[in-house]
Every structure is written in structure tokens, then in C-alpha cells.
């Protein structure tokens, strides 16, 4: 028996676009091996929004965006007056795909649009690291008082399971340490500066051109991604309520390429670390560079990868990492939290 699941998602850009996409090719195997089936009744952007209890057409949906337009153009369905959270109001679903553009002052729109489906007993599946950075402990509080689930895989390191190896596959063991390349344009810049022999502002503009750096790179380069993903690892793994103020952040633009030299001289490599330390009952947490020995397990990581290493009190050592050249890995680790509401492993 297929178990139909309707959801609404929020924010079209290249995660919430692809999160559409990457659905519509495992759409068929998701049935076969899961007897789900996810049917989109509502999807928001910057244009408006469109909605249909009976199911909006994927495929419509990614013509109109590579088309440059918005989801507010979708034929009979598209309300150019309706903002997102309007449509989450409105609309009758399950799950709340929130793929929304971080905002690290309000955490809006998404904040509203999470508060809001969570409160009429929603899932909520998100990448948008805000309204978690800002709420945390008030978020997941709500979702165990109205029962759904608030999963955010997607909010660090993209693809790689760092919540869940955390949450799930550790439970039961006590985590000393945890350090993580969390900000793969900041590993693409210090990698790239070191195998090329090339400045920073060399490095910058290849990450630029390569579509992994913003115009305005100050949330990457000033360490500020990677504190942010700290900040939720440390509440949702590590269970310790922590804000960006209890993170030490510094950024890369002062790395040189002769510190990276003297470094490897030194039987060192300078990686763009985020590291929570246990020191007695509580933890230290920093994001930024930091000289690791080359037999780290991070020490080898390539321009291209995110990573993170587990130190535990049972389980020793467990280290993963994940090559990741563009937005997809986050999209399809939202459909993995979205599987696994409904078929846990």
C-alpha cells in the first residue's frame, strides 16, 4: 500500500529546485523500496506562490525556473499575492520543506513558515540554517509538544550525514570531540593555495568562478557558515544550548601562502576547522584555520570535500568524508530526512 505524503516547500533556489528534481528521478525506486509517495500540493519563492490539494506538477515547476521565472506563473494555480507563509497557513499537507535563504538576523521567512507548520502538526524538513542558529531549543521544543518531527540533516556539510552519524549511529557512546570541515568554499581556497602555489585572491576568484562562493564572500571567508554549523552540531548532537557567542570564529583572509608552506615544512597542513572540545563537563568551540599533523584524518581532504571526525568515549575514532561540487548532496539529504520520517532505519 503506497502511503501518499503531501508537503510544501519553501524557497526555490538551486537547493529547493533541486530537491524537485532530484525527487522526480528517484521518484519510481522511493515507491518501490519505501511505498512512499510525496505529492507537492504547495511551493513558495520571491515571485509568490503556486498551490493545488491535488498536486502541483514537478516538472512544470523546474520549466518555469530554468526559465528564469517564478512559481507564481504556474498556469491557474500561481497567486503572485501570496507570500510563504501565507501558503503554509493555507495550505493542508504533512511536511514543510523549508529550502529557504538563511538569514542569520531574524531567521525570516523561514522562521515563521517552520513556527508556523510545526504549531498545526507539521514535519518540518530544513536546510536553512537560521531559524535553528536563533531557536533552536524553542523549535525542537515545539515539535515534541505538537508532535512532528523537525529534521535538519541538510544544514551542515550538505550531503554528509553529520546529524544523523551524530544523533543516531553514536547514541549511546559519549563524544569527546568533534571536528569538522564544514565550509567547503573556505577548504577550496587553503587547498587550492596550497597545491597551486597561488595567493589567496587568486583562490578567492576560482572558488568565485566556480560557483561555490558568493560575489560577497564574507559569511564563508570570515568563518561565520562554519560557527553557524557548529552552533547547530552543538545543540542537536552534543546537547549543549549554544549561540554564535559561544563560538571563537576567526576567517581565512589572513592565511598566506607562506604560512601554508612553513606549515607543510612542519609536517603540518592549515585546514578551516570547527571544533567543539570537551574540557571538563562542557565544550570549547572554535571555527577556524588551524594546523592539524598530515596524519589527521582531515589532513587529506581535497578542494572539493567537507568532512567530520567523531572522537568517542566507546566507539573510538569515526571519521567521514564527502566530495561535494555544487547544491545537490544538500537537496538529496533533504529527501533523505524526508524518507526518514516516515521509515527509520
Not at 505524503?5 to 537547493?15: A, E, M
Given at each position: ?109 523561514g522562521m515563521s513558515c517552520v513556527r508556523t507548520a510545526l504549531r498545526k502538526g507539521w514535519h ?11 531557536a533552536f531549543g524553542e523549535l525542537m521544543d515545539l515539535a515534541q509538544e505538537m508532535g512532528g ?128 572540545i570537551k574540557r571538563g563537563e562542557d565544550f570549547v568551540l572554535e571555527a577556524g584555520p588551524m ?55
Amino acid at each position: 500500500m503506497i502511503e501518499t505524503i503531501r508537503y510544501v516547500i519553501v524557497g526555490l533556489g538551486n537547493i529547493g529546485r533541486n530537491v524537485l528534481e532530484v525527487y522526480a528521478n528517484r521518484q519510481q525506486q522511493i515507491r518501490e523500496r519505501y511505498d512512499l509517495e510525496f505529492l507537492l500540493v504547495g511551493a513558495a519563492d520571491s515571485s509568490g506562490a503556486a498551490m493545488d490539494p491535488t498536486g502541483l506538477d514537478i516538472a512544470r515547476i523546474r520549466d518555469i525556473k530554468y526559465a528564469k521565472g517564478g512559481v507564481s506563473e504556474y498556469p491557474e494555480c500561481g497567486r503572485k499575492e501570496m507570500a510563504a507563509l501565507e501558503l503554509v497557513q493555507e495550505t493542508e499537507a504533512e511536511i514543510l520543506v523549508d529550502a529557504s535563504p538563511t538569514n542569520l538576523e531574524d531567521g525570516e521567512p523561514g522562521m515563521s513558515c517552520v513556527r508556523t507548520a510545526l504549531r498545526k502538526g507539521w514535519h518540518v524538513v530544513t536546510s536553512n540554517k537560521g531559524p535553528l542558529v536563533l531557536a533552536f531549543g524553542e523549535l525542537m521544543d515545539l515539535a515534541q509538544e505538537m508532535g512532528g518531527e523537525l529534521l535538519y540533516c541538510g544544514t551542515v556539510a550538505g550531503g554528509l550525514p553529520v546529524v544523523n552519524m551524530g544523533t543516531r549511529d553514536l547514541a549511546g557512546c559519549g563524544i569527546t570531540r568533534v571536528e569538522g570541515i564544514f565550509n567547503g568554499t573556505t577548504n577550496y581556497i587553503l587547498t587550492r593555495m596550497l597545491e597551486d602555489k597561488v595567493p589567496y585572491e587568486e583562490a578567492l576568484k576560482g572558488a568565485q568562478d566556480a560557483g561555490i562562493a558568493e560575489p560577497d564572500p564574507t559569511l564563508d571567508v570570515d568563518g561565520w557558515d562554519a560557527a553557524n554549523k557548529l552552533v547547530i552540531v552543538a545543540n542537536g548532537v552534543l546537547g549543549r544550548p549554544t549561540t554564535l557567542d559561544d563560538v571563537e570564529v576567526e576567517g581565512i583572509r589572513d592565511v598566506t601562502l607562506e604560512d601554508l608552506q612553513q606549515a607543510r615544512e612542519q609536517g603540518q597542513v592549515i585546514k578551516p576547522l570547527a571544533s567543539a572540545i570537551k574540557r571538563g563537563e562542557d565544550f570549547v568551540l572554535e571555527a577556524g584555520p588551524m594546523a592539524i599533523d598530515e596524519d589527521h584524518p582531515l589532513a587529506h581532504t581535497g578542494q572539493w570535500d567537507m568532512a567530520v571526525v567523531y572522537y568517542t568515549d566507546f566507539m573510538g575514532i569515526i571519521s567521514a568524508v564527502i566530495e561535494e561540487r555544487g547544491p545537490v548532496p544538500t537537496s538529496a539529504a533533504m529527501l533523505r530526512d524526508m524518507i526518514n520520517i516516515y521509515d527509520r532505519p
